[in-house]
C-alpha cells in the first residue's frame, strides 16, 4: 500500500514563501526623492504632504518654494530646493555667533525668521574667513581679494541688497556703507553669463544665493553630495530660473535651508552647527 503524503511541510513552506513575496511590498521604493531623503531634506506643507516637483508653490505675499530634479552630464542628480523672495516684501540680515553657533532650527527660533540659509565660510575657530558685517557692526574687515573669484553678498544703509563679484570692484570701506556683508566663492553666474573659475572635481552638498532676472532673491540648495562646483554652475546657467548673478555659500556640512512660511515649510539641516547665517524675515 503506497505511503500518504505528508502535506504538513509543504503547507508551511508555501505560508513562508507566501509571507516573504508579501513583504517585499514593505520595503521603501527607490526613486528620485530618495536623495533627498537621506539628506534629511522635508518639503511639504503642514500635513505633511510634499510638493509637486517644477511648480512653484505659493508660502505667503512675497515667499515661494519650488523643488526641480538637476541632472549633470556626468549623470550626477538631486532633487534641488528653491526658494524665491520678493525683496519689496522681505528683509534681509547676517547672523553672526562665532563664540555660539547654533543649528538652523536654534537660529529660526532665536530670530523668527521666515527663511534662513547658511551664509559664507569660517574656520575651525567659528570665525568667518572673509568680510562679515552684522547689523552695522563690522566683526571682520579683511575682504576676498579683487582679482580672485570670491563674491560679495551686503545690504546698504539704504536697504539696498547687493549681490557681485568682487573682481574688477573689490570692497572699499570708504565708499561703501554696508549694514550687512558676507562673503562666498567661487561666483557662479554674472550678468546672466558663466563665471569662469578654477575648482576640482569634488562633489558635494551645495549652498547657493543668487538674483534673478527680475531682481527676486532665491536660496537654493543641493542637499545630496551630488554636485561638483562647476557641475552647479552650468546647472545654475542652463536651469529655467532666468538667473542674472550667483554666488556660491559655504557648502558640505554647513549647507542648510529653512523655510517656514504659511502653511510650507522647508527643512534641510546641516551637520554641523552654523555660527555664519543668512536671515530673512
Not at 508551511?12 to 531634506?41: E, G, I, K, W
Not at 538631486?78 to 553657533?101: C, E, M, N, W
Not at 568667518?128 to 551686503?154: E, H, M, R
Request: one cysteine or more; glycine letters at 8%; hydrophobic letters at 40%.
Amino acid at each position: 500500500m503506497p505511503a500518504k503524503l505528508d502535506l504538513k511541510p509543504v503547507f508551511v513552506l508555501c505560508l513562508l514563501v507566501s509571507f516573504l513575496l508579501a513583504s517585499c511590498d514593505l520595503l521603501p521604493s527607490l526613486d528620485s526623492n530618495s536623495a533627498t531623503a537621506t539628506s534629511q531634506a522635508t518639503v511639504g506643507d503642514q500635513s505633511g504632504n510634499g510638493i509637486p516637483l517644477n511648480t512653484w508653490i505659493k508660502a505667503k505675499t512675497g515667499v515661494e518654494i519650488r523643488q526641480e530634479h538637476w541632472k549633470s552630464p556626468g549623470n550626477n542628480e538631486d532633487i534641488v530646493t528653491i526658494a524665491r523672495f520678493d525683496l519689496k516684501q522681505v528683509h534681509l540680515s547676517v547672523g553672526y555667533q562665532p563664540d555660539k553657533p547654533l543649528s538652523t532650527s536654534d537660529w529660526m527660533k532665536q530670530t523668527g525668521a521666515t527663511a534662513i540659509i547658511n551664509g559664507g565660510y569660517f574656520d575651525e575657530k567659528q570665525t568667518a574667513t572673509a568680510l562679515l558685517i552684522a547689523d552695522g557692526q563690522t566683526y571682520v574687515g579683511s575682504s576676498y581679494s579683487s582679482t580672485g573669484d570670491g563674491g560679495l553678498l551686503a545690504v546698504d544703509q539704504a536697504g539696498n541688497v547687493i549681490l557681485r563679484a568682487l573682481k574688477g570692484q573689490g570692497y572699499d570701506p570708504d565708499t561703501e556703507q554696508l549694514q550687512q556683508a558676507t562673503e562666498g566663492a567661487p561666483m557662479f553666474i554674472t550678468n546672466g553669463q558663466r563665471f569662469q573659475f578654477n575648482a576640482n572635481a569634488a562633489s558635494q552638498r551645495r549652498s547657493v544665493i543668487a538674483i534673478d532676472k527680475q531682481g527676486r532673491l532665491l536660496l537654493i540648495v543641493s542637499p545630496a553630495m551630488a554636485f561638483s562646483l562647476d557641475e552647479m554652475a552650468d546647472l545654475l546657467l542652463n536651469s529655467d530660473l532666468s538667473i542674472q548673478t550667483a554666488l556660491n555659500l559655504d557648502g558640505g556640512s554647513s549647507t542648510s535651508l529653512y523655510v517656514n512660511s504659511g502653511n510650507h515649510k522647508v527643512t534641510i539641516d546641516p551637520y554641523t552647527p552654523l555660527p555664519i547665517v543668512i536671515i530673512i524675515k
